[in-house]
């Protein structure tokens, strides 16, 4: 089983044959009730709650707020599917100064009662807090995935989580089933449908069924420019990266499939750097022919500053698949764009536009697209409202962009005016 930290170091573990394929390191106070768990003792309790949703802790960590930010339990992987045990606590105590010593064990017990991983005093939280009433998640939860030689069956995730300071410990367990295979679909009969399992996936995974609605994406897609096409496909571009399992099973497909599907197909397997020797070298004149061409462009990084305003389309299809933190920092960021706030329409009155520097006029409109896209998905979306209001917060932004944030969270307009630089 194989760990990396999220820290500083990386650790490697082999202990029979589960991996360990990291370790995710955060602390996380929150104002939430407690669920179900069992404490041996002084009030203090503990849970473990095994989840595929591997960006919970971003949602944990990136808002404020009285509720406890929802994580969906999973009880059933196949092999190589990544899998977190969230270890939660609460009930512990304080040293005067505020602080607490958390750690715990884990074991995943196989279906026969043998013990397939043990991992010993994993620090759970180990330091100041102001109060001793919050729910805490530990600083280390283990991203662990069940390889080839596991036998299917129930499994038992058991948790030991002690209080140094307390001088208590209170233990917690969840059963998950290793399946030899896994399938899954939805009911998407037409682009309206597609569009909302998209805008919700992030809220409750379902990796079983990203395949089925990956073809069936492709079978109603029609013909776009770049702008129309880039953006979708990021959306699965992100679910296939985080759910990573599923890939060779995409690269199985494509002999089979069709010019279309397979074009949609060497897509999802380049950018998600999935293309291997052996597969390259199947590839017919035609894939080969696609996939020089992928590598000879140059795709579209969000992340690496935003050039075009499909850009920030890239970022909530990014959102939206992993309902990450990181695409709604780098859209709020844009919102520092207020500083050139009437410069797109200098740049549409100038009489020779080929002369000047549209670059200003440019990040206007991603501030105002930024803006206005912001305010209309914080409508429908908690989760974009609380990863803003951690923002406003706690963000580095400048006070013009806060207030442009600020008023962004009220009741957004019908309609985006104009942002055509012709």
Not at 82 to 103: A, C, E, N, Q
Not at 333 to 339: A, F, K, P, Y
Request: net charge negative.
């Amino acid at each position: 089983m194989k760990a990396c930290s999220g820290m500083n170091s990386r650790i490697f573990l082999f202990f029979l044959s589960l991996r360990i394929v990291s370790v995710s390191c955060f602390f996380l106070p929150a104002f939430i009730p407690f669920g179900s768990a069992r404490a041996e003792g002084g009030g203090f309790e503990a849970a473990v709650v095994p989840s595929v949703d591997t960006f919970f802790h971003e949602r944990w960590r990136f808002t404020i707020t009285e509720s406890m930010p929802r994580v969906s339990r999973t009880d059933r992987v196949v092999r190589g599917q990544t899998f977190i045990p969230y270890v939660l606590m609460k009930g512990y105590r304080r040293t005067d100064d505020g602080r607490i010593d958390l750690s715990y064990d884990i074991r995943v017990v196989k279906p026969d009662g043998a013990a397939l991983l043990v991992r010993q005093n994993v620090p759970a939280v180990q330091s100041r807090i102001e109060r001793d009433d919050l729910v805490l998640l530990s600083a280390n939860n283990l991203r662990l995935a069940f390889q080839p030689r596991d036998a299917a069956g129930r499994y038992a995730v058991e948790i030991t989580v002690r209080d140094a300071i307390g001088q208590t410990v209170a233990s917690d367990r969840s059963f998950i089933e290793l399946a030899d295979e896994m399938s899954g679909t939805a009911p998407i009969d037409d682009l309206k449908d597609l569009g909302n399992w998209m805008q919700s996936y992030y809220e409750d995974p379902h990796p079983e069924q990203i395949n089925s609605v990956f073809f069936k994406f492709v079978k109603l897609s029609e013909p776009q420019d770049d702008a129309g096409f880039i953006t979708p496909i990021t959306f699965f571009v992100e679910l296939y990266k985080a759910n990573r399992h599923l890939l060779p099973e995409l690269a199985a497909l494509y002999p089979d499939e069709g010019g279309k599907n397979r074009f949609y197909i060497l897509h999802v397997l380049y950018l998600t750097g999935a293309i291997t020797h052996e597969f390259e070298q199947s590839l017919d004149s035609s894939g080969k022919g696609v996939l020089e061409k992928l590598r000879g462009t140059r795709w579209p990084d969000p992340y690496d500053g935003i050039e075009q305003p499909f850009e920030l389309d890239m970022l909530w299809s990014g959102f939206f698949a992993t309902g990450s933190f990181r695409p709604i920092a780098v859209l709020v960021r844009q919102l520092e764009g207020v500083s050139d706030r009437g410069e797109l329409e200098k740049f549409q009155q100038h009489p020779k536009r080929d002369e000047i520097d549209g670059a200003p006029a440019m990040r206007d409109v991603h501030y105002r697209a930024a803006k206005w896209s912001i305010g209309a998905n914080a409508a429908h979306h908690r989760l974009v409202r609380e990863y803003c209001r951690f923002l406003l917060a706690h963000g580095k932004l400048s006070a013009a962009a806060k207030q442009e944030l600020s008023e962004a969270l009220q009741p957004p307009k019908s309609e985006l005016q104009s942002t055509d630089l012709q």
